[in-house]
């Protein structure tokens, strides 16, 4: 019997006559197959308890004294049981005991399965006896107690044959840590999942720094450090590779992960720190274990509410030993392992970890605003770095997160088309965007964002609703306080309208942003969006969007990009006429204009020797630019008044007044000339 786990018998003796089942955490509930958000504990679970069964003990240390292959390498001491409501089976997490210093190593357990009979004897199946996962997975709580999930046969799946590179070791460059576990890892289940997994440890909660680019696909950091029942995480996807791979960073720290790569989608570059070490979940100690998995192992593991699949043969660049040519790197390794598997073994590892320069680049076309009318959008751009660009992705927003569309451009600089037919993109406003990856699996940020409008007919049997933005003879008029109006029509299929929504932009499309006006759920009064143009400056480069949506989710639009605030009235020069008037008619001629809505129409009008206001013509048409009076008689004072009006509403008057022979002004003035004016 070993020294530790004699030890464990004595202290749990004399503490089972008062101890209490005491509770751990749950993980959190079962995710989406594409829900990759971060979930909060659950409360407490019965079957985490401390072994109180001497015999239960003695069953598991019979088991390995009389085990060979490598249960022979280490001592175990026992880290907890997990025993079954019925107590008629019960998992023991074995942790194996340093050969040179007698501490716990910090990695996964080991697992024993111990089932009792009916006289209450424990038989005793190790991890890598053939009947132990058929007996585990009756075991009521075996998801919680495994690295990975119980997977059918028809489910389990193969590693591919490749060898990845580029890899660093996933600290700080010149710190120095040691390998727990590499090719001999036993710990997951199937166990094969874990042949080319790593776990590294220096007794601390040291520091990750990720050990290739890559961006955001999966994280969680809710559980409480030390949980054993309970797994943090975070895994960045890399799509510098083919297939694309997956960077699997298990047993974090509670709430480690900066705040800014809490998203999915976010660039992480070669270098960056990530989050700090801890033992969540199934661990034995402090420890971090690494593995990439590929988009076709790649899978989310609901028992660790994690993502997971089949480790893949990778290597560090940072590492000598182990060598492949092809990619550069070397592959850690323990001496002991490297008897069984070959190569070379060692202890410790020194990282050359430092953060990476993110590439660049930049879409060169569409322009942004671009109105997108046909399926087919040609695209181009380019990517820069000094290692090397290996592939740029086309990148759309449209519901609050980036996707890629199109495909992955490996040509640099590259010009193709994209089908926005073949992508999920609504009609309507959406951005385009470009992502560099270099050949060290480092992303670039978001590149050269830009807003385009899409409004494509993409179905000849279930035809989309369309909708026209109201105009005033052929202008869109903005009001200073007022609405925007919109008609709408079904699609071929009838369905009812949803919706109309309604954007507005400014003039400044370098600086300017869609403003969302609002939503119009009822066509009573007319499909409708609120607008106060008040302090903007009069202009005609102002945009109006209007957006339908009918029953089933088909959309239509119709976009207005020289919609007008005009509050600026006309100008008019009317041409002056001599006084004393000798004539029997008189012709008044004018010049007359506006900058932006443009003459809607004149009207004309006299005053005759202080009279009332006479009426000549109320609706004179934009181009009419004279009239002639034939009612001039003797001694008579004509005051005229001619008003332009705009498409606006906006006006201006302007007067011209002329007298006839015989006229007496007041005070026994005569003058012999008008001015404009009374």
Not at 111 to 133: Q, R
Not at 281 to 296: A, I, K, N, Q, R
Not at 314 to 333: E, K, M
Request: glycine share 10%; hydrophobic share 35%; aromatic share 10%.
């Amino acid at each position: 019997m070993t020294k530790s786990i004699k030890f464990g018998i004595i202290v749990l003796i004399l503490l089972s006559a008062s101890l209490i089942a005491f509770a751990l955490i749950n993980p959190p509930p079962t995710q989406g197959s594409n829900d990759f958000s971060e979930n909060i504990e659950s409360p407490t679970d019965p079957s985490d308890q401390v072994p109180t069964n001497p015999d239960l003990i003695s069953a598991v240390e019979s088991a390995l004294k009389n085990a060979s292959g490598h249960w022979k390498i280490f001592n175990y001491q026992i880290e907890h049981t997990q025993i079954q409501d019925d107590g008629q089976m019960a998992i023991v997490w074995l942790a194996a005991e340093d050969p040179e210093t007698g501490e716990i190593m910090a990695r996964e357990p080991e697992l024993t399965l111990a089932i009792a009979d009916e006289h209450g004897n424990w038989g005793v199946l190790l991890e890598d006896n053939p009947k132990f996962i058929e007996a585990f997975s009756k075991f009521q709580y075996a998801e919680k107690s495994i690295q990975g999930d119980l997977l059918q046969i028809s489910g389990v799946k193969a590693r591919s044959d490749a060898v990845f590179g580029g890899y660093y070791l996933p600290w700080a460059e010149g710190l120095e840590k040691r390998l727990t576990w590499s090719v001999a890892h036993s710990s997951c289940n199937p166990i094969y999942y874990c042949t080319h997994a790593f776990d590294f440890a220096d007794g601390t909660m040291f520091p990750i720094m990720a050990a290739k680019g890559g961006t955001v696909f999966h994280w969680r950091d809710s559980c409480p450090n030390n949980t054993p029942t309970c797994t943090n995480s975070i895994t960045l996807q890399d799509k510098s590779t083919t297939p694309w791979t997956y960077q699997i960073y298990l047993h974090i720290a509670n709430n480690s992960i900066p705040e800014h790569l809490k998203q999915v989608g976010t660039p992480v570059t070669q270098g960056q720190f990530i989050a700090n070490v801890d033992n969540t979940g199934y661990s034995t100690g402090h420890h971090l274990h690494f593995m990439v998995v590929t988009e076709d192992t790649r899978y989310f593991s609901q028992g660790m509410q994690s993502v997971w699949g089949v480790a893949e043969d990778i290597t560090f660049r940072d590492v000598s030993i182990n060598w492949n040519t092809a990619t550069q790197g070397g592959r850690p390794r323990l001496a002991y392992e490297a008897e069984t598997y070959g190569g070379v073994g060692k202890t410790y590892y020194i990282s050359g970890n430092k953060p990476a320069k993110a590439p660049t680049g930049g879409l060169t076309a569409p322009a942004a605003e671009t109105y997108v009318t046909n399926r087919n959008l040609s695209v181009a751009g380019w990517g820069e770095q000094n290692v090397g660009v290996v592939k740029l992705e086309i990148l759309a927003n449209y519901d609050g997160a980036w996707v890629q569309i199109g495909s992955e451009q490996t040509k640099n600089p590259f010009t193709t088309t994209v089908d926005l037919c073949n992508t999920s993109i609504p009609n309507g406003l959406f951005q385009l965007a470009l992502r560099v990856w270099d050949n060290k699996g480092n992303p670039s940020g978001i590149l050269t964002p830009r807003t385009l409008i899409k409004n494509i007919e993409c179905s000849t049997t279930d035809t989309n609703p369309s909708v026209s933005l109201v105009k005033t003879d052929g202008l869109l008029l903005l009001p200073v306080d007022g609405h925007v109006g919109a008609i709408v029509n079904k699609g071929s299929k009838g369905r009812n309208i949803a919706s109309v929504e309604f954007w507005f932009h400014g003039q400044d499309w370098e600086n300017d942003d869609w403003v969302y006006l609002g939503k119009d759920t009822s066509e009573t009064g007319g499909w409708t969006g609120p607008i106060n143009t008040a302090g903007m400056d009069d202009g005609d480069g102002y945009a109006i969007l209007a957006l339908v949506t009918d029953a089933g989710g088909k959309t239509g639009m119709d976009v207005i990009f020289d919609a007008i605030v005009d509050r600026t009235g006309p100008w008019i020069s009317i041409n002056p006429l001599p006084s004393p008037f000798t004539n029997s008619k008189a012709t008044i001629t004018w010049t007359g204009g506006d900058l932006l809505s443009g003459l809607k129409h004149y009207s004309l009008s006299v005053r005759v020797n202080g009279g009332a206001e006479q009426v000549l013509a109320s609706n004179l048409p934009p181009k009419t630019t004279s009239y002639t009076y034939n009612n001039l008689g003797p001694e008579q004072l004509l005051i005229f008044s001619l008003i332009a009006v705009d498409r606006a509403g906006n006006s201006r008057v302007e007067k011209i007044a002329l007298y006839t022979p015989g006229y007496e002004f007041e005070y026994g003035y005569h003058l012999p000339l008008f001015f404009m004016g009374e």
